[in-house]
């Protein structure tokens, strides 16, 4: 016989993915509020962890960071380069908070989610998408009549 054929692989990440991001991301948290670092670009600065997301194998995860208070580009991005620096030493430190089978390998990126959101509050909130809000609505009054 055949092997058995498999069902396409979904993109979003599976109960499994989220429940284990979820224990990493708050173990990274605890970790990098106790630790102090020698890492110029991470002295003296509290990070906020946003989320995690990991590989369906759970032996990689994508940290999505970003300074606290400063969340320029730059910063955030010199933040995560540190942090990608110290990634050995917070996997180390990882593996004695968490309980999972493999400890992840830890990949630190700057978290832009927070500019995205920020720049489409100020889209919608442009004179220019106001003005087509009204005239939409005024389209729908008439029609009402």
């Not at 058995?4 to 979003?12: A, D, G, I, N, Q």
């Not at 990493?24 to 630790?35: S, T, Y």
Request: aromatic fraction near 4%.
């Amino acid at each position: 016989m055949g092997k058995k054929s498999r069902p396409p692989r979904s993109l979003e990440p599976s109960q499994r993915q989220l429940r284990a991001g979820e224990l990493v991301r708050h173990a990274l948290v605890d970790i990098l509020a106790r630790e102090e670092f020698r890492d110029p670009a991470l002295q003296g600065v509290s990070v906020t962890i946003g989320e995690v997301r990991c590989s369906p194998d759970l032996r990689h995860a994508n940290v999505f960071c970003i300074p606290l208070g400063d969340r320029s580009a730059v910063r955030a991005k010199e933040v995560a380069e540190g942090l990608n620096r110290a990634a050995a030493f917070l996997r180390g430190r990882l593996g004695r908070e968490i309980e999972m089978k493999f400890t992840p390998q830890l990949h630190f990126m700057a978290d832009v989610s927070y500019d995205t959101a920020l720049a489409m509050d100020e889209l919608l909130g442009s004179d220019r998408v106001q003005r087509d809000v009204q005239a939409a609505d005024d389209i729908e009054d008439e029609s009402e009549l």
